[in-house]
T-cell receptor, first 113, second 115 residues
Framework: GDSVTQMEGPVTLSEEAFLTINCTYT??????LFWYVQYPGEGLQLLLK?????DKGSNKGFEATYRKETTSFHLEKGSVQVSDSAVYFC????????????FGKGTTLSVSS | EAQVTQNPRYLITVTGKKLTVTCSQN?????MSWYRQDPGLGLRQIYY???????DKGDVPEGYKVSRKEKRNFPLILESPSPNQTSLYFC??????????????FGAGSRLTVL
């Protein structure tokens, strides 16, 4: 079935380091792809999205490119901050009524100063 | 402010004592959903609703009930809670689900402990 696989965490970085969180997906069609972020004690919120191959989503210095050939949507940021410490979820969704958002298991990022 | 509101945020209860977690959204969204989040398992969908009076099971519906009598509300009911339902629960909504890249708006979460 359709699924999302994320790299396991935790990922521990120093401030200003480069971040990559890998995400690959398995899907029978052409999904939209998302990154959601969950800050401590809060619900998930959308970080960025891409709806078709080669689209790049970006927000708050984070970027991810929809790569159909490698079925990937890796999250990157050039210089992380302590405030980026959170759990990051990759997810996919199809353009069909009633289809659920399918989440990866989440990757915890911890950034120290 | 557009939001999804869940109550209670924290609850400790005992096995078998019925409880309801309320969820309300003020965005006139058609689609609403409940998830549970457990360590190592990520988010799993419990139930969802495409619109008023339309609900369907997600991946882990056992032990839960829902109703959608009004567009804004989607309560989660645990008729006889058990310890394996100890979890962090999230309600979410979107304008519609499956039509384009509709974004889910999440509540802040309800942490439930069943003793």
């Amino acid at each position: 079935g359709d699924s999302v696989t994320q790299m396991e965490g935790p990922v521990t970085l120093s401030e200003e380091a480069f971040l990559t969180i890998n995400c690959t997906y398995t899907a029978t069609g052409y999904p939209s792809l998302f990154w959601y972020v969950q800050y401590p004690g809060e619900g998930l919120q959308l970080l960025l999205k891409a709806t078709k191959a080669d689209d790049k989503g970006s927000n708050k210095g984070f970027e991810a490119t929809y790569r159909k050939e490698t079925t990937s949507f890796h999250l990157e940021k050039g210089s992380v901050q302590v405030s980026d410490s959170a759990v990051y979820f990759c997810a996919l969704s199809f353009n069909q009524a009633g289809t659920a958002l399918i989440f990866g298991k989440g990757t915890t990022l911890s950034v120290s100063s | 402010e557009a939001q999804v509101t869940q109550n209670p945020r924290y609850l400790i209860t005992v096995t078998g004592k019925k409880l309801t977690v309320t969820c309300s959204q003020n965005m006139n969204h058609e689609y609403m959903s409940w998830y549970r989040q457990d360590p190592g398992l990520g988010l799993r969908q419990i139930y969802y609703s495409m619109n008023v009076e339309v609900t369907d099971k997600g991946d882990v519906p056992e032990g839960y009930k829902v109703s959608r009598k009004e567009k804004r509300n989607f309560p989660l009911i645990l008729e006889s809670p058990s310890p394996n339902q100890t979890s962090l629960y999230f309600c979410a909504s979107s304008l519609r689900q499956g039509y384009g890249a509709n974004v889910l708006t999440f509540g802040a979460g309800s942490r439930l402990t069943v003793l």
